[in-house]
Every structure is written in C-alpha cells, then in structure tokens.
C-alpha cells in the first residue's frame, strides 16, 4: 500500500510516535518506506540494555577524558611557545628600536657634518676669492715693478756715463767728499740762481 502520509516524528530509539489515534494508520504508512524506520532487534539480539547504555557512555568520558587531557597538554605547548614567540618580538622590537634610535643619531651627525661641510666649503670659497684677487693684485704690481725695474735700468744705464764723470771729479777735486756731496753742492747752486 503506498504512503499517503508522511512519517511525523519519531522518538530517541527511532520508535514511531505512539500517538493512540495515529498510531495504527502511522504504522500502516510507514511499511511502505524506510527512511525514518528502524526494524527491531530480533529476539536472540542482546539490544540496549541499561548496562550497554552504561558502557557506551563510560567509553565515551573517558575518550573524552583522554581528548581533554590532550587539548590541555596542546593547550599548554601552545601557551609556551606564544609566551616564546611574545619574548622573541619583544626582544626583536627592542632591536629594531635600539637600531632606529642609531640610525637617527647617525643620520643627525651626517646632516651636522653636512651643514659644517657646507659651511667650510662657503668659507674656502670666499678666501679663494679673495686671495685669487690678491694674486690677480700682485700680478698687476709684479707687472707694473717690472716694468718700472725695466724703465729704471734703462735710466741707470743711461746715467751711467754721468756717474763716472763724477767719480772722476770726486776723485780730481779736493772739495767734494763724494759724489752725492757734488750733485748735493750743484742742486744748491741752482737753486740759487732760480731764485735770483
């Protein structure tokens, strides 16, 4: 006969609800499937017993037991490898500030040696100038004396004949001592006859 009606609920042990008024007809309808239906135990079958029930439920703490004891175990493998792992970045972090703290220091001395640097350079440059002018200044006189001691050679060599005239008038004459004494006596002379 097939099922007009489904299976309503079933209890723990997979027994139809035992509803007196549906209970016949549910029985009826549920022989033509077996999805929610469990066949009985035949009578040699020991079935759940209380002390089977006992047992199972015995075997299932102490698997529960044994699964506690192993996640506490894991638990606590777990604890000290994160309070390991906590120690290592606290350790790391101390590094890396320590190194961010030389770093800084190292690069505040480059930019101090920077601004020296810069500084220095600015000064050499200047004194550079300066004595690039100064050098330019005593070409120009090394220039300008060479070309005086080139003109005055020139005169020397020239006044030469008169030096030795004088020389010759110092040594023939009583009167002159030298001959600046003799040019000295001259200008004197003519002087006064200017002024006369």
Same mark, same amino acid.
């Given at each position: 006969?097939?099922?007009t ?10 027994n139809?609800?035992?509803?007196p008024e549906e ?10 499937q077996?999805?929610?239906?469990i066949k ?19 075997r299932?703490?102490d698997?529960?037991?044994?699964l506690?004891?192993?996640?506490l ?5 777990q ?7 906590v ?11 320590q190194?961010f ?8 001395d ?7 640097? &810069? ?8 004194l550079?100038?300066e004595?690039? &002018? ?16 080139e003109?005055?050679k020139?005169?020397? &060599? ?7 005239v004088?020389?010759e008038?110092?040594?023939?004459s ?8 003799c ?10 006859q200017?002024?006369?």
């Amino acid at each position: 006969m097939p099922r007009t009606k489904p299976t309503k609920k079933i209890d723990v042990l997979g027994n139809l609800d035992l509803r007196p008024e549906e209970a016949v007809g549910d029985y009826l309808q549920s022989k033509a499937q077996k999805k929610y239906f469990i066949k009985p135990p035949n009578a040699d079958s020991a079935g759940d017993s209380i002390e089977l029930l006992y047992i199972h439920n015995t075997r299932e703490h102490d698997e529960m037991l044994k699964l506690q004891e192993q996640m506490l175990v894991n638990s606590k493998r777990q604890s000290e490898i994160n309070e390991a792992r906590v120690k290592h970045m606290y350790e790391t972090q101390e590094k890396l500030r320590q190194r961010f703290i030389d770093v800084n220091s190292f690069i505040k001395d480059c930019a101090d040696k920077k601004r020296i640097a &810069e500084k220095a350079i600015n000064d050499e440059r200047q004194l550079h100038e300066e004595l690039s &002018e100064d050098i330019k200044n005593f070409k120009t006189s090394i220039s300008e004396l060479t070309t005086f001691r080139e003109a005055l050679k020139a005169t020397v &060599e020239e006044l030469q004949p008169y030096e030795k005239v004088l020389e010759e008038v110092v040594s023939v004459s009583d009167i002159f001592v030298s001959p600046k004494d003799c040019m000295d006596r001259c200008d004197a002379l003519r002087d006064k006859q200017t002024g006369e």
